[in-house]
């Protein structure tokens, strides 16, 4: 009698779990739990229109999922922009896209990977990615696809090669596709100018001027509210890129013949200039535990700091702006070094992006989509919605917003979808909009202000060449590579804080370490790398030729 | 499968008797920790081999002990795993009090809101992301700007760098970690008290003993095999140091003792294809979890009471 | 009862020390709140601590039609409670058995349970287990997986094997069989390690992060957890390959992300006082045996 009890209960615990993985499922209809196995390959389209011809070509598309579907959009599988899409890809094409999660890109995509199942068409922004799946060889040459298959896109890569040069790899083939955006700046570097002016300073030029504007700034109680509470210069998060661009220490560093050359001047002149501000008191002593420049940027917006370095946008403003309100920036060159004259942080003109998954069933349909995704028809669409539902023509012949909130809703969060869309060629993204707030003119006068010193040919970035051509190097090399330069980097920390610790001091100490866990012959592959590939390389002098 | 066998046949039918309705129930749970346990661990024979996503487990080459080499190759690595095991004790070994003296203050309070609304309270911050709590962490103790510093400035005239400097660094990354935990670890010890037999405390308090008394000489040896044997099974999670918690409060000037395997790791990473060298450390941190959860266990034989 | 000064200052430092330790936890709590009750301007520049500054439920809105919160907050709990259920009955077929000294092998599993706590395949052989069941997709890649936490096992036999032996006899006299046992006897004397375990389980869940991100990939499947993470660590990622329109568009604002935060700790601040009811004091009589 106990067994037959203890049957009747292990029947109920199986049913129990057979009823509640069904209830798991939602729309869906996957089996449950038992070995029927998973369908394979990218087939993980859920048809988003019914009834479909069968002969469609069904391939798979990466779509950031960003958790910002609006309320009654639908979801990133089934929403009004991929049934529009699916309404004007080529006919016998058949769109169905994966989100993968936008915080954990890589090992989502280690999953499906080793599964099988992942998209047919890879869409990253993180260059170590896409070139993790070329050397893993988990994609497909792109030369010959797009030759065969593919009209405007190939039209595009006749008319700027670059782009095909950014992805090709040693091999000498094209791995991936990319977009067009035009060269624009990324970063602002910006200085108070209701400070300086208080003051009777001028907007600093070279180190030296920079180290006295900060000092003063510190020093002296720019905001005149009797308290020392306010800072010069920030040195953590985006703000350290000011000294690290001006003194050209971001990787890689080459001379005028395109040749590999460790840095060790520039890092030392760089960390110099750090310890004279540290010493002097003009930057906030937290700046190494204020890791992600989060009390940077609050600092500077709440009108403690006065130069600061990053993105920004009109939100920052009009934040700035009520804390302060008789606050003037005023964007600012890097200052000039024994090194050169840079500019921050831009945007290049153009990027790979796309990859397209070895195992792809319809690599053609894929180059097909591609084209379609990548056409500025397609792009004007999809940015600015509908004619006549979100947008009407604007005096100056670009589209105009009818309803915000309407273009909030339905139309500003499918950005993922058509990342392949060079931008480059609507000229209307430039052109300011209608009805602007006071700051979001403010913030544009700044923008053009920040162009018009930053896009200079004769103040590039640091890196003289498009960082996309750059070498992998071998698992042991990059472990040394990575180690070491972790180590390094807190011996120049700690020379930046110890009293007495001078800058040759840390040099030394860096360079012996440097040499001792292997990294000359990290030095020598790069090296031999940048002479051998020396023709593939894109000297940033190409990307003012996009603008 | 061991038997008992005691005087001829009888013994084993009537073990077999006993057993079946156990090795019944226990069947399903057989069942689940081969399936999901026990098949996935033959996965760990990527540690000796170099992983490619494209070959899979099985047409990937065997390397044999390279990825180890690689690993251990880092100069800086005795210092990582130093680092890795130091923190993780003094966490389990200055943590471990606490919870049991919340719980103990928590079981003497009689009015039942206070102590419903307390408990909620201390239990809630196990909730919080460490992205979060991190940054309050740091903002808290900072040099120039932190409250503790503003304070400490009134009292004595003097500001103190608690993140800089490397044994208040570690005080805050151990106190904080106390402060998100304790709440919840706790729990487990409030259930252990309410089994003890409150009949103890009356006849304890007739024979007119203090609180203090009751707590030493009732409550902690009524909860001393729960303690023992958390203790025992935190000994496994040793090299499991979290990473969030670590990336959120580390700052290079103190690297030397802050860094740790999960950082490591994670810079590894960053090249990607890094499943073979993430397979390899976790082997090894098994490992090292092995022995002190076997060397925990024998010492807890000698108190009578082990986990097995 | 007469109370001696000694137990008076006792109490005194008690709540005193209580009142400390709620409220140095309640702080945080209050500046999230206050982060997704302000104004943005004001959370950009740092200013709001404990009290919002301009009081506004603009966050909330954009929370509930800007995302997926609705959808996600209900998987979230279907996920939790189906997996608590499941994996609380799994844990009880497995932590009694072990219990009991005469079930053979017994020392043998305990270890063999043991040994899964600190060996682990990893991920992607895990994986590649779960999609030959082809459950990838399915919820029940979420709570198979996790049936029976060994941790949570293991405290569950303490717990059982110190139920005092005459009990056990006693009934067994009666002609009681194993489960009869389990089910009248064992269960109702546990309840407070029940309650704490189905928390510990219900915890986990709720809170499950990496198994959903990568067993899930349909986006109205996703848990809250999984969202509200991505929110937070949004931040952390490279803007460097962004436009400025797109920085501008994808990026969280603060206020939303302690809306989110609100919104996932809320449940479990709400569901604890319901487990402290079974908190309750003498359900055993004689005292624990080692």
């Known amino acids: ?350 990027s790979p992006i796309g990859l397209i998954n070895r195992n792809a069933k319809h690599p053609d349909a894929v180059i097909q989509f591609i084209d379609f995704i990548s056409s500025p028809e397609t792009g004007k669409t999809m940015y600015y919605g509908l004619e006549g539902v979100h947008w009407k023509a604007g005096e100056n012949g670009c589209p105009q917003i009818i309803d915000e909130e309407k273009y909030k809703q339905e139309v500003s969060w499918n950005r993922d979808y058509f990342m392949l869309t060079s931008k480059y060629f609507d000229a209307c993204l430039k052109q300011p909009s209608q009805n602007m707030t006071e700051v979001q003119k403010e913030f544009a006068d700044l923008t053009e202000a920040a162009r018009a010193l930053y896009l200079q040919p004769s103040s590039p970035p640091p890196y003289a060449i498009d960082k996309n051509v750059v070498p992998t190097l071998p698992q042991d090399l990059f472990i040394i590579k990575q180690n070491t330069e972790n180590s390094i980097k807190d011996i120049w920390v700690k020379a930046i804080v110890t009293p007495g610790y001078t800058m040759e001091q840390a040099l030394e100490e860096a360079q012996g370490m440097w040499n001792k866990s292997g990294g000359d012959k990290v030095d020598q592959y790069i090296a031999k790398w940048f002479s051998d590939n020396k023709s593939r390389l894109i000297p940033i002098s190409e990307w003012y030729t996009i603008q | 499968m061991n038997t008992q066998l005691k005087d001829g046949g009888s013994a084993l039918s009537k073990t077999l008797k006993q057993n079946l309705p156990l090795l019944l129930m226990f069947a399903p749970v057989a069942a689940y920790f081969l399936i999901f346990k026990y098949a996935p661990m033959v996965g760990l024979v990527i540690a000796f081999k170099q992983y490619g996503l494209a070959d899979g487990i099985w047409g990937s080459p065997w390397t044999g002990l390279d990825n180890f080499n690689l690993l251990f190759s880092n100069p800086q690595m ?208 098994s490992l090292v979890g092995l022995i002190l959860i076997v060397t925990s266990n024998q010492i807890a034989k000698k108190f009578n009471q082990s986990l097995w | 009862m007469r109370e001696t000064i000694g137990n008076r200052i006792f109490y005194v430092c008690n709540y005193a020390l209580l009142t400390l330790a709620g409220l140095i936890c309640l702080l945080p709590l209050l500046n999230v709140l206050a982060l997704s009750l302000s104004e943005p301007a004001a959370v950009l520049a740092g200013k709001v601590t404990i009290i919002p500054i301009a009081l506004q439920l603009d966050s909330y809105a954009q929370l509930m039609t800007g995302t997926s919160v609705v959808r996600s907050f209900y998987n979230s709990l279907v996920i939790t409670l189906v997996g608590t259920c499941l994996c609380m009955l799994a844990t009880i077929l497995a932590a009694y058995p072990l219990s009991k000294r005469y079930f053979v092998a017994r020392k043998f599993l305990t270890l063999a349970i043991v040994f899964t706590m600190i060996f682990n395949g990893g991920l992607i052989p895990s994986y590649l287990v779960i999609k030959s069941l082809g459950l990838i997709n399915d919820y029940g890649a979420l709570w198979l997986p996790a049936l029976v ?94 436009r400025q329109d797109e920085v501008e568009q994808l990026t969280t604002p603060e206020g939303l992300k302690a809306a989110a935060i609100m919104i996932l700790i809320m449940p479990m601040l709400v569901v604890y006082p319901f487990v402290q009811r079974f908190f309750v004091k003498g359900v055993m009589i004689g005292a624990i045996k080692g």
């Not at chain 1, 989060?294 to 946008?313: H, R, V, Y």
């Not at chain 2, 958390?230 to 290079?252: H, K, P, T």
């Open chain 1, 1 to 350: 009698m106990r067994n037959r009890k203890l049957a009747i209960l292990m029947v109920i615990v199986m049913c129990l779990l057979a009823a509640c993985s069904n209830a798991g499922e939602t729309n869906e209809s996957k089996g449950s739990n038992g070995t029927n196995g998973q369908a394979k390959g990218g087939d993980k389209a859920a048809p988003t229109s019914p009834a479909k011809q069968a002969d469609k070509k069904k391939i798979t598309v990466m779509v950031y999922d960003r958790s910002n579907v609006p309320q009654g959009e639908g979801s990133y599988e089934k929403n009004r922009w991929t049934e529009w899409i699916n309404e004007n890809v080529p006919k016998d094409v058949e769109v169905a896209f994966v989100p993968i999660p936008r915080g954990a890109v890589r090992d989502k995509l280690n999953s499906l990977f080793a599964s099988d199942s992942a998209p047919d068409l890879i869409l990253d922004y993180d260059p170590a990615i896409r070139n993790d799946l070329v050397i893993q060889n988990l994609v497909l040459p792109l030369d010959e696809l797009i030759d065969q298959h593919s009209v405007y896109y190939k039209e595009l890569i006749a008319k700027y090669p670059a782009l095909v040069k950014l992805s090709t790899k040693e091999d000498g083939k094209n791995y991936m596709v990319g977009r067009l955006d035009g060269l624009d700046i990324n970063h602002y570097v910006f200085v108070r100018q209701d400070w300086l002016t208080k003051l009777g300073l001028q907007v600093p030029t070279t180190p030296e001027e920079l180290l006295e504007v900060a000092v003063a700034f510190a020093e002296r109680d720019p905001d005149d509210n009797g308290k020392k509470d306010t800072y010069g210069i920030a040195l953590s998060g985006t703000s350290e890129n000011i000294i690290t661009y001006m003194y050209q220490t971001i990787y890689p560093v080459l001379d005028s013949d395109l040749a590999y050359v460790n840095p060790w001047e520039q890092q030392k002149a760089a960390h110099a200039l750090k310890k004279r501000l540290y010493e002097a008191g003009a930057v906030d002593r937290d700046f190494l535990t204020d890791t992600t420049g989060k009390k940077a940027e609050q600092d500077f917006l709440s009108g403690k700091l006065g130069i600061w370095g990053g993105n920004f946008d009109a939100g920052k403003l009009a934040s700035l702006k009520e804390a302060v309100p008789t606050a003037v920036l005023t964007p600012m060159a890097l200052p000039r070094t024994e090194f050169g004259q840079f500019a921050p942080e831009l945007n290049s003109p153009m």
């Open chain 3, 149 to 242: 936490s060994a941790y949570n096992m293991l405290i569950l036999k303490t717990f059982f094997e110190g139920i005092p032996e005459e009990l056990i006899d006693a009934s067994r006299m009666d002609g009681c069989g194993e489960l009869r046992l389990l089910t009248r006897i064992v269960l109702p004397l546990s309840g407070p390690v029940l309650a704490t375990l189905t928390l510990f389980y219900g915890v986990g869940f709720w809170n499950s992060f990496m198994n959903v991100l990568i067993y899930i990939n349909s986006s109205d499947k996703m848990n809250l957890t999984v969202m509200v993470q991505q929110m937070i660590s949004s931040q952390m990622l490279e803007t460097l390959s962004l």
């Open chain 2, 78 to 285: 005795v210092n990582i795993i130093r680092n890795t095991l130091v923190l993780s004790l003094l966490k389990i070994i200055v943590g471990f009090p606490f919870p049991i003296m919340l719980a103990l203050l928590l079981n003497e309070v009689k009015a039942l809101w206070f102590k419903r609304v307390t408990q909620t309270l201390v239990y809630m911050p196990h909730f919080l992301n460490w992205v979060i709590i991190g940054g309050m962490v740091i903002t808290l103790f900072s040099l120039e700007s932190g409250m503790i510093n503003q304070v400490l400035e009134q009292l004595v005239g003097y500001r103190y760098a608690f993140l800089y400097n490397e044994w208040s660094w570690i005080s805050v990354f151990l106190g904080s970690g106390i402060w998100k935990e304790a709440g919840f670890s706790a729990i487990i010890y409030l259930a252990a008290i309410t089994a003890i037999d409150p009949g103890l405390y009356e006849s304890a308090a007739l024979d007119g003993a203090s609180k203090w008394r009751m707590m030493w000489h009732i409550t902690l040896p009524g909860i001393r095999p729960t303690v023992i044997i958390l203790l025992i099974l935190s000994m496994e999670s040793v090299m499991d140091l979290g990473f969030d918690q670590i990336y959120m409060l580390q700052n290079r000037v103190v690297n030397n003792i802050a860094d740790v395997i999960p950082t490591y790791m994670y810079r590894m990473g960053i090249q990607g294809g890094q499943f073979s060298l993430t397979t390899a450390m976790g082997l090894f941190s």
